[in-house]
Nanobody
Framework: VQLQASGGGLVQAGGSLRLSCAASGRTFRHYSMGWFRQAPGMEREFVSVISWNGDSTSYADSVKGRFTISRDNAKNTVYLQMNSLKPEDTAVYYC????????????????????WGQGTLVTVSS
């Protein structure tokens, strides 16, 4: 599966952005989907994950209550709604896909994912 992330940009602190990740192929529903981010000089970190059917989600403590992950399997797309953005949210955001048919865990580690998108830059100014 190929993933294309979009929706990043420059926003002031307190603002909102919605990221999208469009997947190719007909098997999107076979994948749980995750969002990760990587700030300059930092390791890639987990942001959020959603199960293949959208019934289960998980968030990093740093974004809980501000970010919401969702998916539309009919559109082969996963979203990350980001509200109350802070300067420390500045990073390149990546979407990733994990084939859930063999392993139904909601992975929070990068190593659990089979496919990655190219990333979209989010910059939050203070």
């Amino acid at each position: 599966v190929q993933l294309q992330a979009s929706g990043g940009g420059l926003v002031q602190a307190g603002g909102s952005l919605r990221l999208s990740c469009a997947a190719s192929g007909r098997t999107f529903r076979h994948y749980s989907m995750g969002w990760f981010r990587q700030a300059p000089g930092m390791e890639r970190e987990f942001v959020s994950v959603i199960s293949w059917n959208g019934d289960s989600t998980s968030y990093a403590d740093s974004v809980k209550g501000r970010f919401t992950i969702s998916r539309d399997n009919a559109k082969n797309t996963v979203y990350l709604q980001m509200n109350s953005l802070k300067p420390e949210d500045t990073a390149v955001y990546y979407c990733a896909a994990h084939l859930h048919t063999s392993d139904q865990r909601l992975w929070v580690e990068c190593r659990g994912y089979d496919y990655w998108g190219q990333g979209t830059l989010v910059t939050v100014s203070s």
